[in-house]
T-cell receptor
């Protein structure tokens, strides 16, 4: 079955620091990969997605993620975080074992940015 | 405005009672989902439906039931068989693989 691992559960950074959140998935074939964000008091929204093509994907608010197939990874990055990036971030995958409609999420990473 | 409406936002239930959470979407999406969100466990898939009158169990379907009689609606019933029902429940829909649109959630507390 498809699964997603996020190893950082809680990350605290100062403003302007660089961010990298890890995400690893379990399936070895073709996958679709996503990062979602949940700002305090708001509902989950899509940050960026990878289906195919350029493995470096750019999303909203200056975020990007790199798909590295050999490492089964899809890490989220941002060169310089802001206080407004404080949120919980979820990596997600869908893949043939579950069907392309079954979306599996990781456990999430809470990011706290200190002004 | 198009979107997903979940109700109620907060719900309290006594042990042994069934409760139904509502999810309605006006996005004309075919697929709808129910997830459960618990601290430190992320989102876990309960049920999903790709089309009217059809639905599939997710990873934690035990103690839950759903129906999909209309494209716009995908209600979730939390039955008395669910051993630990206190949680935050999220409904979502999509028109394409994985790009989910979420509602604001329903928080269920069992007293």
């Amino acid at each position: 079955a498809q699964s997603v691992s996020q190893h950082n559960h809680h990350v605290i950074l100062s403003e302007a620091a660089s961010l990298e959140l890890g995400c690893n998935y379990s399936y070895g074939g073709t996958v679709n990969l996503f990062w979602y964000v949940q700002y305090p008091g708001q509902h989950l929204q899509l940050l960026l997605k990878y289906f195919s093509g350029d493995p470096l994907v750019k999303g909203i608010k200056g975020f990007e993620a790199e798909f590295i197939k050999s490492k089964f990874s899809f890490n989220l990055r941002k060169p310089s975080v802001q206080w407004s990036d404080t949120a919980e971030y979820f990596c997600a995958v869908n893949a043939p074992p579950g069907g392309y409609q079954k979306v599996t999420f990781g456990t999430g990473t809470k990011l706290q940015v200190i002004p | 405005d198009g979107g997903i409406t979940q109700s109620p936002k907060y719900l309290f239930r006594k042990e042994g009672q069934n409760v139904t959470l509502s999810c309605e979407q006006n996005l004309n999406h075919d697929a709808m989902y129910w997830y459960r969100q618990d601290p430190g466990q992320g989102l876990r898939l309960i049920y999903y439906s790709q089309i009217v009158n059809d639905f599939q169990k997710g990873d934690i379907a035990e103690g839950y039931s759903v129906s999909r009689e209309k494209k716009e609606s995908f209600p979730l019933t939390v039955t008395s068989a669910q051993k630990n029902p206190t949680a935050f429940y999220l409904c979502a829909s999509t028109s394409g693989p994985g790009e989910l649109f979420f509602g604001e959630g329903s928080r269920l507390t069992v007293l």
